[in-house]
């Protein structure tokens, strides 16, 4: 069964570092999204992707985030100089097709990422 | 409050019981999802009900979406110590927003 993959699977950096989470969709999906959970906390939606453009991004998805889709497969998160409270587990989502409305969509198993 | 407010936010229950969550929100929405989560894992995704539909059935799952009073409910009948997990519902507009969850923890 197709899936969603991410990688890496946990990331500790430090403070101040740029961070790069990756995640190949599912390959015949022409949407994208990235969430984050912070511990404990519900899944918060940062941004969703399409045609090579960011379609729409919350309040959370400040300067210092950026996607890309750098080639066919891979779908990435920058974030440039990290933070404490980025701290969380983020996922990677994608979609067939945002305009039906009766569209799942299929989540990563997650990025764990830890700034120290 | 949030779009997508799942009740009870906790919830213990013997093997074999039905567990019940509700689900509220506030927008209209294209449809209406449920996703689970193990503890510290991705989210799975478990059912999807459109605005147009009432009621959904998929194994031991049973969804109802009520969108005059911007509701829905998840029953898991007949409950395992596997179905232990946090579940979310997930209102659809032109991107999911998630809920608070419910945690279900099944004993054996």
């Known amino acids: 069964e197709p899936e969603v993959t991410q990688t890496p699977s946990h990331q500790v950096t430090q403070m101040g570092q740029e961070v790069i989470l990756r995640c190949v969709p599912i390959?015949?999906?022409?949407?994208f999204y990235w969430y984050r959970q912070i511990l404990g906390q519900k899944v918060e939606f940062l941004v969703s992707?399409?045609?090579?453009?960011?379609?729409?991004k919350s309040e959370i998805f400040d300067d210092q985030f950026s996607v890309e889709r750098p080639d066919g497969s891979n779908f990435t998160l920058k974030i440039r100089s990290t933070k404490l409270e980025d701290s969380a587990m983020y996922f990677c989502?994608?979609?067939?097709?945002?305009?039906?409305?009766?569209?799942?969509?299929?989540f990563g198993q997650g990025t764990r990422l830890t700034v120290v | 409050s949030q779009q997508g407010e799942e009740d009870p936010q906790a919830l213990s229950i013997q093997e074999g019981e039905n567990a019940t969550m509700n689900c509220s929100y506030k927008?209209?929405?294209?449809?209406l999802q449920w996703y689970r989560q193990n503890s510290g894992r991705g989210l799975v995704h478990l059912i999807l009900?459109?605005?147009?539909?009432r009621e959904k059935h998929s194994g031991r799952l049973r969804v109802t979406l009520d969108t005059s009073k911007k509701s829905s409910s998840l029953l898991i009948t007949a409950s395992r110590a596997a179905d232990t997990a946090s579940y979310f519902c997930?209102?659809?507009?032109?991107?999911?927003?998630f809920g608070t969850g419910t945690r279900l923890q099944v004993f054996p």
């Open positions: 927008t209209s929405i294209n449809n």
């Open positions: 997930a209102t659809d507009t032109d991107k999911l927003i």
């Open positions: 009900i459109r605005s147009n539909e």
């Open positions: 390959s015949n999906h022409l949407y």
């Open positions: 992707f399409y045609n090579n453009e960011i379609s729409e």
């Open positions: 989502a994608s979609s067939v097709n945002r305009r039906v409305p009766s569209t799942e969509a299929f």
